[in-house]
């Protein structure tokens, strides 16, 4: 059964505050809905950093601090030497 649905029908919908508000509820109730748009999210900031060397340099910054994170490096270049 295909409805067509013009751009009009559509924009009158999304006029119903209501109707959205539901919409928004059930989106962030639905865990696979959300991880689907965490990863839309995070493909799209992480185009952004790629392309933004202030934050990117401030990422690198703040993992360096990070004792853990230097434990991941340590541990990546054994892994890499002893390859």
């Not at 119903?16 to 508000?21: A, G, Q």
């Not at 109730?29 to 493909?43: G, K, Q, R, S, T």
């Given at each position: 059964m295909g409805i067509d649905i013009n751009k009009l029908d559509v924009l009158k919908l999304?006029?119903?505050?209501?109707?959205?508000?539901?919409?928004?509820?059930?989106?962030?109730?639905?865990?696979?809905?959300?991880?689907?748009?965490?990863?839309?999210?995070?493909?799209?900031?992480?185009d952004y950093l790629e392309d933004d060397p202030v934050i990117r340099q401030k990422i690198i910054n703040a993992a360096i601090d990070n004792p853990d994170f230097r434990k991941r490096i340590i541990k990546e270049l054994v892994d890499e030497i002893g390859d």
């Open positions: 999304l006029q119903d505050e209501k109707l959205v508000d539901e919409v928004v509820k059930k989106v962030v109730d639905d865990p696979e809905v959300l991880d689907e748009l965490a990863e839309e999210i995070a493909d799209e900031i992480s």
